[in-house]
């Protein structure tokens, strides 16, 4: 079955052409048929395009919305030799990344009026993400009128929390008016991790007891024990729990109120400096990239810059060594994401110097692992393992969407 998976952000579409079916989820045999990514959408668009394993392609294109973007990208299908998709009957399915899914979805879900109708109740609670992704439903629903579409959620896979770990600490009343909660993020390319981690180590689900470093632009940590994610550090929103790109993570609740009256800035003003110029950037000055700022500590000595990345690694030590304590310990630590996947140093400086948890890490391995490959950069003997397992949640929503579509069970 072809599922084209969409994943659309307030200016952006990425995509992803991925045929499936029962037999290539059991043998890992899903293919990627094609891939890209539509930015500046709205406008004068940049579209990058691949078709398989050829070279990738960028071009323009004026594209005042989703919808427009959405329909380009299938005449694009239709034309492109290679793509699987000859005309637009062969597009059998269409899974979505939704952000957020709220208290209510617990699971991917095939989309009806219902289902659509409870993600844009949830636009209340991601007001940056879910208006796009229902932009995009509907825009396929136009175009491609009754192809099965499907919700695959940000937040479903962490619906496990128990209370005590998705509540603040915060009048009662306020989670039971306004559902003010910890919802995290980031839980399919946990889930993928969990998963893969299984097939190579050949443990089951009941028997996955990991802590899964997600970092990337975004960055998130989350505890799961059991097969279950029981913690992660996300919150309410994707702003809380690890320093990221351009978010703070944690910080003292009274902050914002004092930058407020002390800079002069509207609530919003305070929200965008924490969700925009902070984290790596804010604290370096130079840049929101791990790579530049490795690049610029490495060749110039940058203080900042060495500064950003000794306060990235440090708290994402101290949310492995508290998910250690919540989890009672745990047999692996993997690392994922854009960061995660590519540097050794990174690796290397958040994970050192934990033998007192049982983790010893083989430098000569995390150093000389090829990237987007997955390995373990721990000792043979070292009691808690270390690994790289590069993510990839858009082979997860093509195999729900599949699963949705075909009646087969969800895992
Ligand atoms: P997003 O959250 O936007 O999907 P990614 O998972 O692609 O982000 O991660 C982007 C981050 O990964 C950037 O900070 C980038 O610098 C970093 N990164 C990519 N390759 C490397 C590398 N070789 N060394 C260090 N950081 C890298």
């Known amino acids: 079955m072809n599922v084209l998976v969409l994943n659309a952000g307030s200016a952006s579409l990425k995509f992803q052409l991925i045929r499936t079916d029962g037999e290539a989820v059991r043998t890992d045999g899903d293919e990627r048929l094609a891939d890209g990514v539509m930015e500046r959408v709205g406008g004068e668009a940049v579209i990058t395009t691949r078709i398989g394993q050829l070279p990738r392609r960028t071009t323009t294109a004026q594209l005042r919305d989703l919808r ?92 496990s929390l128990p209370e005590r770990a998705f509540l603040y600490a915060i009048p009662y009343g306020l989670y039971r008016r306004y559902r003010i909660r910890r919802y995290g993020f980031h839980g399919t390319s946990h889930r993928y991790v969990a998963y893969k981690y299984r097939q190579i180590t050949g443990l ?76 790596l950037l804010g604290i370096s000055g130079i840049t929101n990239d791990m790579r530049e700022l490795l690049a610029e500590a490495a060749e110039s000595d940058d203080r900042r810059a060495r500064l950003a990345i000794e306060m990235f690694a440090y708290r994402v030590k101290k949310y492995v060594g508290s998910y250690l304590a919540a989890m009672g310990g745990a047999d692996a630590v993997i690392l994922t994401g854009g960061i995660g996947e590519n540097s050794h140093e990174i690796r290397a400086l958040a994970l050192q110097g934990m033998e007192w948890a049982g983790l010893e890490m083989d430098a000569a391995a ?46």
Request: proline residues 5%; hydrophobic residues 40%; glycine residues 10%.
């Open 204 to 279: 089951t689900h009941e028997q996955t007891n990991v802590i899964s470093l997600h970092l990337g632009n975004g960055a998130s940590a989350c505890a799961i024990r059991g097969g279950h994610s029981i913690d992660t550090s996300m919150g309410f929103t994707p702003l809380e729990g690890l320093v990221m790109g351009t978010r703070s993570g944690d910080l003292d609740p009274a902050i914002p109120d004092y930058i407020a009256m002390k800079e002069g800035l509207s609530e919003t003003a305070v929200q965008t400096l924490l969700n925009k110029q902070s984290g």
């Open 366 to 411: 995390n150093t000389a692992l090829p990237r987007g490959t997955a390995g373990r950069i721990s000792t043979d003997g070292s009691r808690m393992a270390a690994w790289v397992i590069p993510t990839n949640e858009e082979v997860l929503i093509a195999r729900d969407t599949m699963r949705l579509v075909t009646g087969l069970p969800l895992p």
């Open 68 to 159: 427009a973007a959405v329909d380009w990208l299938l005449q694009w299908l239709v034309a492109s030799e290679g793509s699987g998709i000859e005309t637009l009957q062969d597009i059998d399915a269409v899974g979505h990344r939704v952000v957020h899914g709220g208290e209510h979805f617990h699971a991917s879900v095939l989309i009806d009026d219902e289902v659509l109708r409870r993600i844009e109740d949830a636009i209340d609670l991601a007001p940056l993400h879910n208006p796009a992704n229902v932009r995009g439903v509907e825009a396929v629903r136009s175009l491609l009128g009754a192809v099965p579409q499907a919700a695959v959620f940000d937040t479903a896979f962490h619906h």
